[in-house]
């Protein structure tokens, strides 16, 4: 049986301990994946805590499956997420609607109200 995909609370930002037990490893690993794969770049508080964003979840949720589910080595993976992130890059066709401008609105309000009380 295929392994369940792990459900990412709706958060903005999340502590090393909450990524590791989404993704599944420990927050050794997080650390070490952070200086193999450059695209994940958690944000730091004043106290050096990280702060990871959902994209960088997401992102080491990939690493995981490159790594561990398809046994790709550290550099495959690395190239692998390198070609995936230019195929995003794409110019997107859809035109903002003012419901989409709203829409990304309030996930903007949402992340300064957690980064908020995440700083408090």
Excluded: C
């Excluded at 049986?1 to 690993?29: C, H, N, S, T, W």
């Excluded at 695209?39 to 960088?56: E, G, I, N, Q």
């Excluded at 890059?89 to 309000?109: G, I, N």
């Amino acid at each position: 049986m295929r392994d369940a995909k792990p459900q990412i609370p709706d958060k903005l930002y999340f502590k090393i301990g909450e990524v590791a037990e989404i993704v599944g490893v420990k927050p050794y690993v997080l650390r070490y994946w952070e200086g193999e794969f450059s695209l994940v770049k958690p944000a730091k508080t004043r106290s050096r805590h990280r702060l990871y964003r959902r994209k960088d979840v997401q992102t080491l949720l990939q690493i995981k499956r490159l790594l561990h589910n398809e046994r790709f080595t550290i550099e495959g993976a690395r190239r692998r997420l390198k070609s995936v992130v230019k195929d995003d890059r794409k110019p997107s066709e859809l035109a903002f609607t003012d419901r989409a401008y709203r829409s990304v609105l309030v996930r903007v309000k949402k992340e300064i109200e957690s980064l908020h009380r995440l700083l408090s």
